[in-house]
């Protein structure tokens, strides 16, 4: 896609630091980093979002996903990580092209975990959440 920075970065216009790569899948460092070793790992076709991607297209993002941990495990032997997607705009999406944001973490590195992203659950009890799900849970 046309003036998008991940495209360009997989059709090489724009430098990455490579920490993964196989048919369907870039892995490369963030260059605003949030923690050491903050990686993103992208499809090499341009998807918007998580919605148009296929399971099977999602499957293989999710064996590189594993084996990017592996490697940053291996070279920074962080403490943990957290991992996730900032999936359209109101989930923070800045670059519309799909990508996943892994977070090595240290003990006392001074960061939060998922649940520091929102708290705001509105006013429906639990149970009535689960209630509009119907029959399709
Ligand atoms: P998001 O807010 O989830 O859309 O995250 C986009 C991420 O892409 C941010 O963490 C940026 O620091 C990162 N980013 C943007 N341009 C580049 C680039 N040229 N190389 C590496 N990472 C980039
Ligand atoms: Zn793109």
């Known amino acids: 896609m046309e003036n998008c920075i991940f495209c360009k970065i997989v059709n090489k216009e724009v430098p990455n630091y490579t920490v993964y790569e196989d048919d369907f899948v870039l892995a490369f460092l963030d260059i605003f980093p949030h923690s050491k070793g903050h990686t993103v790992i992208i499809p090499k076709k341009h998807f918007v979002d998580l919605s148009a991607m296929t399971e099977e297209e999602w499957q293989k993002m999710a064996v590189a996903l594993k084996r ?60 009535e959440v689960w209630k509009l799900f119907g029959k399709s849970s």
Do not use: Y
Request: glycine share 14%; charged share 20%; no cysteine.
């Open 68 to 127: 990017v941990e592996e490697k940053l495990q291996t070279v920074l032997q962080p403490a943990g990580f957290n991992i996730g997607i900032n999936d359209q705009p109101a989930g923070g999406q800045v670059v519309p092209h799909v990508h996943w944001h892994i977070f090595p973490r240290w003990e006392k590195d001074g960061g939060g975990s998922v649940h520091s992203i929102i708290k705001n659950p509105g006013e429906l009890k639990v149970e």
